[in-house]
T-cell receptor, first 113, second 114 residues
Framework: GNSVTQMEGPVTLSEEAFLTINCTYT??????LFWYVQYPGEGLQLLLK?????DKGSNKGFEATYRKETTSFHLEKGSVQVSDSAVYFC????????????FGDGTTLTVKP | EAQVTQNPRYLITVTGKKLTVTCSQN?????MSWYRQDPGLGLRQIYY???????DKGDVPEGYKVSRKEKRNFPLILESPSPNQTSLYFC?????????????FGPGTRLTVL
């Protein structure tokens, strides 16, 4: 079956530091890839997505590139802010069954002033 | 305001007492899904629905039932809850069932089964 493996957390950074959260996946075919963010006490919301190889998703200073060769979709941000503190989930949609989604375990990011 | 709502937000119950968690969306979305979130396990899909009267199992369907009689509602039913169903539950919806569609999540329901 499909799987998503995320870099283990928690991750603690100082404000303005560079962020990378690693995500690799296993799937049959070419899934769509997503990053969702969950702020404390809230549901998940889409951060960015990419639907085919070499696509780059970007939003709010975050970026991730769909790498088919390495089956990866790492999340990056050049300069984090305290307001970026949240849990980040990498996810994929099954290319052979549109209804099925697989999420990673989530990575908790804390940014300190 | 476009949103997914869930009720109740918090529930404490006892083993074996049937319960229903409601989910409703006002975006005319075709696709709806239920997930549970547990520490160290991320989000796991319970059931999903591609459209009215069409439902299918996710990765962890045991102990749960769903129905989709109307497009906007997708209730999650626990016929005989057990302590291992203590979890944080999220409902989500998306415009279509296509793999590229963004899912919109509800605020979550925290369930404790004693």
């Amino acid at each position: 079956g499909n799987s998503v493996t995320q870099m283990e957390g928690p991750v603690t950074l100082s404000e303005e530091a560079f962020l990378t959260i690693n995500c690799t996946y296993t799937a049959t075919g070419y899934p769509s890839l997503f990053w969702y963010v969950q702020y404390p006490g809230e549901g998940l919301q889409l951060l960015l997505k990419a639907t085919k190889a070499d696509d780059k998703g970007s939003n709010k200073g975050f970026e991730a590139t769909y790498r088919k060769e390495t089956t990866s979709f790492h999340l990056e941000k050049g300069s984090v802010q305290v307001s970026d503190s949240a849990v980040y989930f990498c996810a994929l949609s099954d290319p052979t069954n549109a209804g099925k989604s697989t999420f990673g375990d989530g990575t908790t990011l804390t940014v300190k002033p | 305001e476009a949103q997914v709502t869930q009720n109740p937000r918090y529930l404490i119950t006892v083993t074996g007492k049937k319960l229903t968690v409601t989910c409703s969306q006002n975006m005319n979305h075709e696709y709806m899904s239920w997930y549970r979130q547990d520490p160290g396990l991320g989000l796991r899909q319970i059931y999903y629905s591609m459209n009215v009267e069409v439902t299918d199992k996710g990765d962890v369907p045991e102990g749960y039932k769903v129905s989709r009689k109307e497009k906007r509602n997708f209730p999650l039913i626990l016929e005989s809850p057990s302590p291992n169903q203590t979890s944080l539950y999220f409902c989500a919806s998306s415009l279509g069932a296509g793999e590229v569609d963004t899912q919109y999540f509800g605020p979550g329901t925290r369930l404790t089964v004693l």
